[in-house]
């Protein structure tokens, strides 16, 4: 009889409780906080759960998930370790059910490795070495399948766009300052993502047109990616007779890079990557001697991608005062995907989520997004390729791409802009 009576109040108090709460989504978003990079990340996520929220949620099956972020400081930049540490601790001790993020190839590396061994779903949005994925994945999918990277391409791909934009730099030489045989420097920060595109770029440099750009690098220069002083390495580049400087940096070592380069006014114009110069406060950290600086970025203001580009950075702008890096781009966009997957799925279960992240086509602001057999993101016309940006009359303009020719394809953004050498440059030169 008390059975009964027990039965009876348990019924009673679920149904003063009402309907069933919503459930939660933890989502451990990972970098190193105390730099931009890290911040962005977290900024990206955050509008994109907030935007999910407002919307109801994520539904999954039958019931109805909120997402709640975890804000994960790796402190990647100078410590293996501790990101290794940090995404363990995310996982056991703070209890989240996915990862997002990461940013120093050799600190997400580690951080992977961890979240194969709890099988969790990592959506990598920051770093770039090929080897995270290829060779893993494919070779070892039993243990490395919860693995996507979102954003950048690898660097293979990054080394096919940033060698794109060099070529623009590299005609605008011959053409404006009638240097048949331009000289190019390459300075990249000491990281292993950097690696593979100084290699590539060292040897199409040299190569004979048209596969290569028939000009001659004059050396490789490799500072700290924290290095707060690179005049060294500047003077002896301009001793070497460089034209152009090829740029391969992720790391704080931009700004000192922008800085000491216009102060020095440097004959060679640089162009490639460089994550800094992504920024909006670009100028401004470079005591508005950063102007010409050319880089490789995702967004640029005003030049709609895809109809969700423009929106995304004016929510973006509107939510932090900033312009957007890749990493904001990569969170958001990866926070959508995973509800979409997970929408798609039914279920939260990590091998059902896995298949239905492999099926993704998802447009985002950078463009659109489907994983190859690897889990990384597609690269070329009509999928993600980015955008070539210079600071020209104080403010970032896209300069590529412009009618690039692909077979048949030709792929074009309004408000795209031809390239400009810096007028020392060409006072420097010109014969």
């Given amino acids: 009889m008390a059975h009964h009576r027990w039965l009876a109040l348990l019924a009673l108090a679920l149904a003063l409780a009402g309907p069933a709460a919503a459930q939660t989504l933890r989502i451990g978003i990972l970098g190193p906080m105390a730099f931009v990079q ?28 909120r997402i709640e972020l975890v804000r994960v400081d790796t402190n990647e930049m100078t410590s293996v370790t501790d990101a290794a540490t940090a995404v363990e601790r995310a996982i056991t001790a703070q209890r989240v059910d996915f990862l997002v993020g990461g940013f120093r190839s050799e600190a997400v590396l580690a951080m992977t490795e961890v979240a194969a061994d709890y099988r969790k779903v990592y959506l990598i949005t920051g770093a770039a070495l090929d080897g995270i994925l290829a060779g893993r994945v494919d070779r070892n999918y039993d243990r490395f399948k ?9 660097s293979s791909d990054l080394a096919r766009t940033s060698l794109l934009l060099l070529g623009e730099v590299i005609q605008a030489v011959r053409r404006d300052l009638r240097v ?35 000009s001659e690098v004059v050396g490789t220069w490799r500072p700290s990616a924290t290095a707060t002083d690179v005049t060294p390495e500047l003077t002896a580049i301009q001793r070497a007779g460089a034209q152009v400087i090829f740029t391969v940096l992720s790391g704080p070592v931009g700004v000192p890079f922008g800085r000491d380069w216009g ?40 030049v709609a991608i895809t109809p969700k580009t423009i929106p995304f950075i004016a929510n973006f702008q509107a939510r932090f005062r900033q312009f957007p890096i ?106």
């Fill in 38 to 65: 890290g911040e962005h990340t977290w900024h990206g996520a955050t509008l994109a759960a907030e935007e999910l929220n407002r919307a109801g949620g994520i539904a999954v099956g039958n019931q109805r998930y």
């Fill in 146 to 154: 919860y693995l996507f990277r979102v954003s950048p391409t690898k």
């Fill in 180 to 214: 048949e045989r331009p000289k190019v420097a390459i300075l990249a920060e000491r990281a292993a993502w950097a690696d593979p595109l100084v290699e590539t770029a060292s040897r199409l440099i040299a190569a004979p047109a048209p596969q290569g750009y028939a």
């Fill in 263 to 302: 102060r020095l006014k440097i004959p060679a114009a640089p162009v490639g990557i460089n994550v800094e110069a992504q920024q909006e406060t670009w100028l401004k950290a470079t005591d508005n001697l950063g102007a010409y600086v050319a880089t490789l970025n995702t967004l640029a203001p005003s």
């Fill in 326 to 431: 890749y990493t904001a781009s990569g969170a958001y966009a990866a926070l959508y995907i995973l509800a979409d997957a997970l929408q798609r799925a039914g279920t939260t279960a990590a091998d059902a989520v896995v298949r239905a992240l492999e099926a993704t086509d998802y447009v985002g602001p950078s463009g659109r997004l489907v994983f190859d057999r690897t889990h990384d993101v597609t690269w070329g016309p009509g999928y993600t390729t980015g955008l070539g940006v210079q600071w020209i009359e104080g403010r970032m303009q896209a300069f590529w791409p412009r009618q690039w020719r692909v077979g048949n394809q030709v792929v074009s953004y309004a408000g795209v802009r031809p390239y400009q050498l810096p007028p020392w440059v060409v006072e420097a030169w010109r014969r």
